[in-house]
């Protein structure tokens, strides 16, 4: 996750009493809603494999297979980069809703 976190409104917030408690209920739901550990990582793994199988293919017509397969995985590193955004737009918006859902003020 990035360095995110939400900010409530204290003036417009009908149940300050409760913002801290909802942002630890919200924070555990939204990371199960977004799944973000799994995402980075089936993100790169399958991003090395298909980069990895590519670039051997590659390396195969260039002369070097394992050359060519190292190089396709270093290539993968990026959709894992995606994978790891995406989760964590997932995560904020999950994170959202829940407060909102539970009547807070959320300013971002």
């Given at each position: 996750?990035?360095g995110w976190?939400?900010?409530?409104?204290?003036?417009?917030d009908?149940?300050?009493?409760?913002?801290?408690?909802?942002?630890v209920?919200?924070?555990?739901?939204?990371?199960?809603?977004s799944?973000?550990?799994?995402?980075?990582?089936?993100?790169?793994?399958?991003?090395a494999?298909?980069g990895?199988?590519?670039?051997?293919?590659?390396?195969?017509?260039a002369?070097?297979?394992?050359?060519?397969?190292?190089?396709?995985?270093?290539?993968?590193?990026?959709?894992?980069?995606?994978?790891?955004?995406?989760?964590?737009?997932?995560?904020?918006?999950a994170?959202?809703?829940?407060?909102?859902?539970r009547?807070?003020?959320?300013?971002?």
């Amino acid at each position: 996750m990035s360095g995110w976190h939400p900010i409530v409104d204290p003036r417009m917030d009908p149940h300050p009493e409760t913002v801290q408690r909802d942002m630890v209920e919200c924070k555990e739901l939204a990371k199960q809603a977004s799944d973000i550990t799994k995402e980075v990582a089936m993100g790169a793994g399958v991003g090395a494999v298909t980069g990895a199988a590519g670039g051997a293919a590659i390396g195969a017509i260039a002369g070097s297979a394992a050359t060519g397969a190292a190089g396709g995985a270093i290539l993968a590193i990026p959709a894992g980069l995606w994978k790891g955004y995406e989760a964590n737009e997932d995560f904020k918006r999950a994170f959202k809703t829940c407060m909102r859902q539970r009547d807070h003020k959320l300013v971002n």
